[in-house]
T-cell receptor, first 113, second 115 residues
Framework: SQQGEEDPQALSIQEGENATMNCSYK?????LQWYRQNSGRGLVHLIL?????REKHSGRLRVTLDTSKKSSSLLITASRAADTASYFC?????????????FGQGTRLTINP | DGGITQSPKYLFRKEGQNVTLSCEQN?????MYWYRQDPGQGLRLIYY???????QKGDIAEGYSVSREKKESFPLTVTSAQKNPTAFYLC??????????????FGAGSRLTVL
């Protein structure tokens, strides 16, 4: 099964509200990354948090990492219509002897004006 | 501007035909990757290459082939052996050694439809 699993699968909120997405994973990781994908486009890297970090900020983004629970969350504050996209977590881990970046299934975020 | 260029953006194929998707990067990245994305799904790794003239199978390599003759280029061939090739294909590149973290830069994708 997937190394990273995201929750919820879909999220719809009003503009101005905060959006929280969660990611859980199974094995020990070196770092965890979040990417954004607009419909029909490639992914864009948003933020990376290393295994020895607990929280990281970038503009309106806040990422937390709890390695004891093997989970991460992405918070987008003061959401805008332009934040409508799919968001993926990706775990960078040693799997079967090889360093691999494994993506979750994604959360589809819709911001309603 | 540096980036990754995938072509074509849309491609239609008849059953039994091989097709090749192009991926070119001018970021001077050592590693390149091909992912497949199905509707509403995450990304699955097809093939990756960490250095010129070397590549490794990913999780779903059956029915696909690649080459890495130049650092800038990593074409993907979808062969007739791939039973369900209709999907969105994403190429990415990275320089894992520069920061100790493998951050990927993606192309805009190629959508393949089998008629």
């Amino acid at each position: 099964s997937q190394q990273g699993e995201e929750d919820p699968q879909a999220l719809s909120i009003q503009e101005g509200e905060n959006a929280t997405m969660n990611c859980s994973y199974k094995t020990s990781i070196n770092n965890l990354q979040w990417y954004r994908q607009n419909s029909g486009r490639g992914l864009v890297h948003l933020i990376l948090i290393r295994s020895n970090e607990r929280e990281k900020h970038s503009g309106r983004l806040r990422v937390t990492l709890d390695t004891s629970k093997k989970s991460s969350s992405l918070l987008i504050t003061a959401s805008r219509a332009a934040d409508t996209a799919s968001y993926f977590c990706a775990t960078d881990a040693l799997i079967q002897g090889a360093q691999k970046l494994v993506f979750g299934q994604g959360t589809r975020l819709t911001i309603n004006p | 501007d540096g980036g990754i260029t995938q072509s074509p953006k849309y491609l239609f194929r008849k059953e039994g035909q091989n097709v090749t998707l192009s991926c070119e990067q001018n970021l001077n990245h050592d590693a390149m990757y091909w992912y497949r994305q199905d509707p509403g799904q995450g990304l699955r790794l097809i093939y990756y290459s960490q250095i010129v003239n070397d590549f490794q199978k990913g999780d779903i390599a059956e029915g696909y082939s690649v080459s890495r003759e130049k650092k800038e280029s990593f074409p993907l061939t979808v062969t007739s052996a791939q039973k369900n090739p209709t999907a969105f294909y994403l190429c990415a590149s990275s320089n894992p050694g520069t920061s100790g973290a493998n951050v990927l830069t993606f192309g805009a994708g190629s959508r393949l439809t089998v008629l």
